[in-house]
């Protein structure tokens, strides 16, 4: 066991400070920093920025154009990137849809589409849940007929996360229904701009419009659209779902909310003294930070077993579960420590509020970021599920 | 001992219920939240006729009601319904201030507080502030008989709409109370909608000139009767809150019974079957609490407070639980604007921003046992 | 809606006030207080004072020699017994029995049992749970076979409290073992004196013996100690489990328990201070008086709409869950309290602890205490068990 | 960044699992809890005959082992089996200040530690200090070159067993070590049994004589070294409370799996098996706690101590959690003393009340912090 750093890995963090500060523009960290809605321009900026250093593609085997970073560099950047507020990198080309291709797709389709992943010219998004499906993912309804060199799509797919931005959606879509639950279902790529795909927006409880509602009406997908095999798109869900592990804890996001918590509980007034000395704040506080010190270590754990070959199905539950918790009670603490000024709405979607609310801690939308951020405990195989899967494992196969 | 309601407060409740049950859905409401005024003036007016706004004034104030109990029973049904009009800032904070302690004259204006015509605001908090009470920059100067307010006050809660502004200031070693119209000169608003509902200003006092006749209360003497009227507002808030968790849980449970997950209802699950009887558990806690607090308004000030804080810090935990178990155990549809949930989990858990959280409440429950 | 104490009220409370400095002897007091172990005697004392007075029996009908207090009466004594610290009236042949006696019992029976329950003749025990079945009470196996004028019982109950003062037990029984779970169960009644009749002692964790298993082998009853019809004890059974909920909550105990943590954490000395000033400590502390000060109304509130009329069901529940919360929770800080001295082991049980252990803050054996009240939320039908009951009365039926 | 463990500490692991899996089964542990000793010298031999005992010193102090994780991994699995034996105060606490501060005479002790003929005890704490390390009002007065000590210490592990004392006294406004035998005149226990196993005592020392030689460190200095081993102390307890936590959670899935209510195992209820997820979640976070700590003993003071502050504060919570929910899973058959669970569940929860529990280091946390 050694905790400490190698020359190594403290060359390639120095590496990293360096590319943040040339690269990272002050007004855009700024926007990250306070919680602000990045633009797809913005976004768009900061992958092309880390594609021309080759760092876009951190885990993708260097045969593919990835960086093919270890667990260490990987937690080093997700740190580094933290503490200096960079924007995170939208994962459904780049750690969702590529290992996937890479594993499952042919030659062709990694040739064609893994470059234009790279470049930005495709925004993927990703169509997995349903209205009805819920946590229940395997009782989705989206059907695919195929029709000579055409699948026929016909459904509804929700929670689509800046879907409004992209151009390309992985779909889930059942093409056997006569088959049991999890077998008939097939991963199929749907160009968005296909006749009979639409979007509509879902504005959530902070006002933001981030996730989206994507219809299909007899859309017309060509078969070599297919990845894999027809009829074996679980296989490759679960795949996606259990192979992009990196960052489910949210150790990076973390370690920023930490530290905005403290600079606003210094210059909060609390009773004539910062309320960062408020003995029930400070242990609040305090309780976090002992629990995010131990998640930390949890999670590096974890990805250097995964990198020598480990396969955590169970302690990524464990990190995701735990990851949430700590990110939720940091956001908690957030709109605690502004009092009052926690209050004002923040929303895009409602008139009279694009004048500017009062934020005199400069924190940006803690309320909006707090609410926001209940969906972590929810999407992506919510806590409950989570727990159902160490149950399953740990108590013998009962669930 | 009797935890009985008056016959007349369960009237009251009853009248109340059904007319939000009937002007007050899902759709009503968040297009009122959408709109420029924050809140419904058809509604505002539907309260006062309904009485639900006398009754949270004395007999002797031309109300019929005022109780502890009173104020609790109307809020409760406002909380169910997830009102946003602006009953407790025009009625029981600035209205209970000019009740308390206004002059003759300025008590005039009660009656069209109870009429529906008038809205007020209570201009308190400052930036600095935070939830003290008594922690007051604004300052009055008295200069040849005439009062000039300077200082700025923070989240004024109705100050767009209201007519009237009771404000706070310092003088004489301590606070003054005034009663300021919205038009006088040197007053400005800065407004932005809530994120629970409704809306609230940055109010700005310039050398705001006022006569003798617009002071409350004797210079500098008007901590106390702030205390004891945001003692009743904060019974009012919580009862609201028991209301919307009565509400949150209602439509949880509606959730778990339809809801369908591998196979069957979410409601047969017993992990979410455990965590249910949990917040129900706790809801009893709660609604014990504000008993206690409205039970207490009447009693000596030490007393009074100490219960007030026991029961708003446990409304501090009880909210944040229910609000966030509520949206947990619905799942994604919680996160979505434009369901009923959403908003009202917003104002469960918003209202530990008023009137002191948690933590605050804790710190002043063990003042005030040492006491 | 008023919270305050009628005239009459007060004038009680002065009675039982008086009462209890009257009848109470300190060292009775003291050894309740330190949680010490009361011997027998020690409780026929008590049991004998209140009969005296007539208050044994707080709420059996005035027919059958009660005081049929109301809702406010047993409040008041229950709080005022917990702030002298008087022992607590053992239950099972006054709230238990009693009223399944007076329920369902014949004329005789009642003649017979009941005063010589008052006059303390008889101490009664309960033979309710079996190793087998733990919360899931129906599923019991003691057999009772009917001979002539006997029943022949075969068996094992466990748990039995003060089972080795006992000279009789009210068993549930099964009588008809072709019959579903909950048919074919009776409510017997056991001379313990009777051949057959085994108890043995269960040492707690705490190291003290209060439970016991009583074992039956070819034991003989006689019919006439049948309570009410064969087959039919669930109902009594249910009856009883429903009936005696005036204590549910424990609210008296809470209450003794939160004066002694207050009286220890002003005695121990924290880093120069009184523990009492500790931010964390002050904080736990303050949290479980809220929730007691909130406990206590909830409890009146019931204990109220049970004398109305009211049958609490789902409350009992709510109240027996909230009660050892709180009461299991001043235990933990009674024992934090105290810190390095929580460790010495206080037991009856272990060779060479009849010394006395050190006790620098009086307060008794509280870390035993801490360990034997984890009891509470498992005895008597599980935390679960009751959040079960919760669930299927409010989620519509389903469990 | 490596979380292996070297070759030879897994062997040392795995060795010392299967003697104590093969010797140390709850029947005979529960006779070892009701023995008038409170410990079994076949098991102390045997567990130095092992090499557990020198594996907590370093080479140069005639051990073969002695880092941060050495500890770690020798005490997870004297918790797993629950062992009462006193390798803790022998080996880590006295043995340690001997090792880190004794003189060549003094540490000629250590072999004899290390072949398991020769028991320690650390008297440091005393009635008023509860946690605290600096609070040490026993005296030591030095008068023609001789010391005397005079004073209480309170709850003395070990104290009844040990050969030798090291014990600490206020001299020169500090802290002073002295090592003490355990025959001197004027040393006087009063010994009792713990509750989560094991003996200690109050011990009174009464004008104690002793010669310089007996003086472990510089007069008054001796704080940091005491913090310093207190830390190594902490790891060992930690460890040793995560190998206990691995105990109770093995214990109680085997019993959901095997015991039925309703007519099937405990193991499928849904509430149970998101409550034991959680209980698992948390045990990493306790293991990962733990690493920090022993990763960080020798790092400067302030790192340290902050990171075994966090693990400490963040092990009383999880401890308690562990314990009681072990308890409360299985019901009745966890609360008899004969149970295995009882014991290892009460060695969970007491590790609390030893070396600071979780209000006391999460209060140092914060100083630390902000240090």
């Not at chain 1, 390309?168 to 968005?192: H, N, W, Y």
């Not at chain 2, 049950?21 to 309260?47: F, H, M, P, V």
């Not at chain 2, 209970?96 to 009656?111: D, F, N, P, R, V």
Request: glycine share 10%; proline share 3%.
């Amino acid at each position: 066991m050694d905790l400490s750093y190698s020359e190594e890995d403290l060359a390639f963090r120095d590496e990293v400070r360096s590319f943040l500060s040339e690269k990272l523009k002050p007004e855009l960290a700024e926007k990250v920093r306070l919680g602000r809605g990045l633009t797809k321009e913005d976004m768009e900026y900061w992958h092309s920025a880390l594609n021309s250093r080759g760092w876009l593609a951190q885990n993708w085997p260097k045969e593919f154009g990835g960086a093919e970073w270890n667990a260490v560099q990987r937690h080093i950047y997700e740190e580094e990137a933290a503490r200096a507020d960079a924007p995170r990198i939208v994962p459904f080309g780049l750690s969702m849809l590529a290992p996937v291709l890479q594993k499952f797709g042919s030659k062709e389709q990694n040739d064609y589409w893994l470059p234009r992943i790279l470049s930005g010219e495709d925004w993927w998004c990703q169509g997995y849940s349903e209205p009805g499906a819920g946590s229940d993912l395997a009782s989705l309804k989206t059907k695919a007929v195929r029709e000579g060199d055409h699948y026929i799509v016909n459904g509804q797919k929700t929670w689509t996360t800046l879907g409004q931005h992209a151009n390309m959606i992985f779909c889930l879509v059942r093409t056997d229904p006569s088959a049991k639950q999890q077998e008939g279902i097939s991963f199929l790529l749907i160009d968005m701009d296909t006749p009979g795909v639409e979007v509509r927006p879902i504005i959530l409880l902070d006002g933001t419009h981030e996730v989206n509602e994507v219809w299909f009406t007899d859309v017309k997908v060509p078969v070599e659209n297919l990845v894999g095999e027809e009829n074996k798109g679980w296989t490759y869900a679960k795949y996606l779902l259990t192979h992009e592990r990196a960052n489910i804890a949210g150790v990076g996001f973390s370690t920023a909310a930490l530290s905005t918590v403290k600079r606003v509980a210094k210059a909060v007034n609390d009773n004539g003294k910062p309320l960062m000395q408020n003995p029930h704040f400070a242990a609040r506080l305090a309780k976090v930070e002992m629990e995010l010190m131990a998640l930390s270590t949890f999670n590096m754990r974890m990805i250097a077993a995964a990198g020598a070959g480990g396969a955590p199905g169970l302690e990524a539950s464990m990190l995701k579960i735990k990851g949430s918790e700590v990110r939720q009670e940091l956001n908690d603490l957030t709109r605690r420590a502004i009092g009052p000024y926690a209050m004002p709405f923040a929303s895009e979607a409602l008139e009279g509020s694009n004048q500017p609310i009062p934020d005199p801690f400069d924190v940006g939308d803690a309320t909006g970021e707090y609410f926001n951020n209940r969906k972590i405990s929810i999407f992506g195989g919510s806590n409950e599920i989570q727990k159902n899967i160490i149950a399953k494992v740990t108590l013998g196969g009962r669930a | 001992m009797n935890f009985n309601l008056t016959e007349e407060r369960q009237m009251l409740s009853d009248t109340l219920r059904r007319f939000l049950a009937d002007k007050y859905d899902t759709d009503r409401r968040n297009k009122i939240l959408e709109s420029d005024q924050g809140y419904s003036t058809e509604i505002w007016s539907g309260l006062a006729e309904l009485g639900v706004i006398g009754a949270l004034f004395s007999e002797g104030d031309g109300g019929f009601g005022g109780g502890g109990f009173d104020i609790a029973v109307v809020f409760e049904e406002l909380g169910r319904a997830g009102v946003v009009e602006p009953v407790l800032d025009t009625a029981v904070l600035a209205g209970g201030l000019i009740a308390a302690t206004g002059s003759s004259a300025q008590k005039e204006l009660i009656e069209s507080v109870i009429g529906g015509e008038t809205q007020l605001a209570f201009a308190h908090g400052e930036p600095q502030s935070r939830y003290d009470l008594d922690n007051v920059q604004t300052v009055a100067d008295t200069q040849d008989g005439a009062i000039a307010l300077t200082g700025r006050k923070a989240v004024v809660m109705n100050a767009e709409a209201a007519d009237h502004f009771v404000v706070s200031a310092s003088e004489a070693g301590g606070i003054s109370l005034f009663l300021v119209p919205a038009d006088t000169d040197g007053l400005s608003i800065q407004g932005y909608p809530l994120i629970s509902g409704g809306r609230a200003a940055e109010v700005t006092l310039d050398g705001v000139k006022l006569p003798e006749t617009a002071r409350m209360t004797e210079a500098g003497k008007a901590l106390p009767v702030i205390e004891a009227v945001m003692a009743r507002a904060t019974v009012a808030q919580m009862a609201e809150t028991l209301g919307a968790m009565e509400t949150a849980v209602r439509i949880t449970q509606e959730y778990l019974g339809t809801r369908q997950q591998f196979g069957r209802p979410l409601a047969t699950f017993q992990a979410l079957q455990h965590r249910m009887a949990e917040m129900l558990t706790e809801m009893q806690q709660a609604r014990s609490a504000l008993i206690n607090a409205a039970g207490h308004l009447e009693a000596d000030r030490n007393e009074r407070e100490r219960h007030i804080s026991a029961a708003k810090g446990l409304f501090g935990r009880i909210g944040r639980l229910i609000g966030e178990e509520s949206i947990q155990m619905h799942g994604g549809i919680a996160m979505t604007q434009e369901y009923e949930l959403a908003h009202i989990a917003k104002r469960i858990i918003m209202a530990d921003h008023r009137f002191g959280d948690e933590d605050w409440h804790l710190e002043r429950f063990l003042a005030l046992s040492a006491a």
